[in-house]
């Protein structure tokens, strides 16, 4: 196997019993990591000074809806109902199978550009099996690693998830790439019946598989009570947003074994509600993060993390300054424990605390070179704040799975300019059926949103 000897940079290993920043060495040999410490034998390595770096792992987007990429910055000024209605009720029936195909490929390689090696995919707008194969395609062209979440599109609440689509993904292309996992990413109470909630939690974990549903747009109601009695959540579950769930319904999922994703640039923008960072912190466990939808905010994990940090350090002071009229006297959440909800967390909510998210002998190679001496971050004095606040510019490389997909700055491919252009003209066409003139098409868009809104207020009611 080929072995790889990265020197010289300050390494922040992400690991509960190593030091926070390390002057140490790390030998890759194939996709894992063979050794970290001082004076490795380089018989045999490519050897790669990275003196005046920082190594980190590779970063967890636990949450991405790539089949959006073409559709970037068209809803920035969304609310969560224009959101629903615009995407949702709108445009997402006018993709095509390239379409996906080229949304997974250019959003995954624009991961990889700000530092992400695993990806959450919550694809729900499979509209047929060839749209889900496109999809998975273009992850595997990417070169990312992906849990490819497979979902539907908004349909009936009494329909449930598609098992043979889930069990034909199982034994197709998805088992043949070591960089691919599967998942369901389902409707969940929040969105079908009681029945099918349950049905399709089990499906899930009796395949092995991770479950991702969404909870927001409304408090949780008897679909919720009915899975909560039947005992399908687990260490396997994944909950999204979460905003509409009280104390005592974060407890029980907790207690229950959930884990849970955050997308707080959206959440605060779209009106999902107030992220609970804090509040599953006060129970023990941490979130991730994810960017969700890059039709709406920045792609870029570490911008999420930015604005969950300090938006949780906001309200931890507005609770001291009413207690006591001042500010808390000391931070209450650390810059390492936001990085961990984009490495560690992330890891654990896909199921792969034992692969990624930590930098450790036998744990894949899945690494992110900083450059810190751009204006930006010169001096990095303290290395986890500087890779906390890296930017893409500063992004020097990534390596997945022992392989290099970022090197000087630069993705290592050749054909980005064509990426690029099979993306606009995707995001061209699509961007005309989302606003195309006509009375019709803006009777339907009137309808459309009327209906999702009379959905929203009875949730809201219930």
């Known amino acids: 196997m080929n072995k790889i000897l990265l ?3 300050r ?8 030091p926070d920043v390390e002057d140490v060495d790390l030998l890759i040999e194939g996709d894992k990591i063979l050794a970290i410490g001082n004076n490795l034998s380089a018989s045999g390595a490519v050897v790669v000074d990275l003196s005046g770096r920082i190594i980190i792992p590779g970063l967890i987007n636990a949450h991405l809806h790539s089949w959006q990429t073409p559709l970037r910055c068209v809803g920035a000024a969304w609310t969560l109902l224009d959101y629903l209605a615009n995407m949702h009720g ?5 993709y095509t199978p390239d379409d996906m195909r080229i949304a997974a490929l250019a959003g995954a390689l624009n991961q990889i550009n700000c530092g992400v090696t695993t990806l959450g995919d919550w694809c729900h707008n499979t509209q047929t099996p060839q749209h889900a194969e496109q999809a998975v ?3 595997v062209d990417s070169g990312i690693r992906a849990v490819f979440l497979h979902g539907t599109p908004h349909t009936a609440a009494d329909a449930p998830h598609p098992l043979n689509e889930v069990d034909r993904l199982m034994m197709g292309p998805i088992s043949h790439n070591p960089l691919l996992t599967l998942g369901m990413a389902i409707k969940g109470p929040q969105y079908s019946t009681t029945k099918v909630a349950i049905g399709d939690l089990r499906a899930a974990h009796e395949r092995g598989l991770v479950v991702s549903m969404h909870q927001s747009g409304g408090r949780p109601g008897a679909a919720w009570e009915a899975v909560r009695d039947a005992g399908v959540i ?4 994944n909950i999204v947003h979460g905003a509409d769930l009280d104390d005592d319904w974060l407890k029980t999922l907790v207690g229950a074994g959930a884990n849970f994703t955050i997308t707080p640039e959206n959440e605060l923008a779209q009106g999902h509600g107030v992220p609970i960072t804090g509040r599953l912190m006060r129970l023990g466990i941490s979130p991730s993060l994810g960017t969700d939808v890059e039709s709406a905010v ?3 994990i570490l911008i999420a993390a930015r604005v969950a940090l300090a938006h949780q350090r906001g309200l931890d002071h507005q609770v001291q300054r009413q207690l006591t009229r001042m500010a808390a006297i000391t931070s209450p959440i650390t810059s390492k424990q936001a990085l961990s909800w984009v490495t560690v967390e992330g890891a654990r909510s896909m199921g792969m605390f034992d692969r990624v998210g930590r930098l450790l002998p036998g744990m894949q190679a899945d690494l992110v070179v900083i450059d810190t001496s751009a204006l930006n971050l ?3 004095h303290e290395p986890i704040v500087a890779a906390l606040h890296a930017s893409i510019a500063n992004i020097e490389a990534v390596m997945i799975a022992g392989a290099w997909r970022k090197r000087g700055h630069q993705l290592l491919r050749e054909d980005l300019a064509d990426v690029k252009n099979r993306i606009l003209n995707s995001g061209q066409r699509l961007v005309y059926q989302l606003n195309r003139p006509g009375f019709l098409p803006r009777m339907r868009r009137h309808v459309v949103r009327s209906v999702v809104r009379r959905r929203l207020v009875q949730q809201a009611r219930e």
């Open 378 to 380: 010169w001096p990095a």
């Open 298 to 300: 920045s792609g870029e």
């Open 90 to 94: 709108g445009v997402a029936s006018h």
């Open 7 to 9: 020197t010289g940079a």
């Open 234 to 237: 687990g260490s396997r579950t």
């Open 11 to 18: 390494v922040i290993t992400m690991a509960e019993n190593r």
């Open 137 to 139: 395609a273009g992850l």
